[in-house]
């Protein structure tokens, strides 16, 4: 950990809609314990509602619509370089980043699923476990690999599901449990580096 006393690491958080996750990473970085400094927001949804919180805290933003992708990971990448970024958290970003970004960023990026993955990647992942009867759910953190929601796994939670809930209250209570279980892996992860 002493290794990362005094030093802020540059991170940026990328982002497609409500941004609840962003929010509470904002709040995390302005502790005075977090190893993290958010930079730069980015959204591939000038609507996302998400964005108000980098505008109430002054953080840059900027928006590219992913169409083509590879020109929009291009402008990225620039601006990653530019603002010295060393650190991406995903937070309810909905595009898949190519390989060839994930190759030339160079550095590590963290995305947060709503899932106790290895189970249930991909979309609708609550109308999924709840159609399957599971006891229980959660959410990982984890590294970004090439392959969709598989790499390294950083911290897990795990949310009981009962026999009331529904998409939107399983979707609610994992929500509720990823905005300290996203600052807790980053800060996990960047210790142990
Ligand atoms: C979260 O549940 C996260 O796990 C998933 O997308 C959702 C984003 O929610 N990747 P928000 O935009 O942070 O509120």
Redesign the pocket.
Known sequence: MEKLIGKKINTAVF??????????LIKYSKSKSSPIKIKLVFSDKLRA??LKYAKKSKIKFFVSSYKPRNISEKLILKKLNMFKIDLIC?????KILSANFIKNFKKPIL????SLLPKYRGLKTHERVLKNNEKVSG?TVHLVSKKLDSGRIILQKKVKILKSDNAKTL?RK??KI?HFLYPKAIYKFLSNL
């Open positions: 982002i497609s809609g409500r941004g609840s996750n962003l929010k509470s509602k998400g995903l937070a309810g970003f909905m995305n947060i699923h709503p959410s979707e994992i929500l990823e």
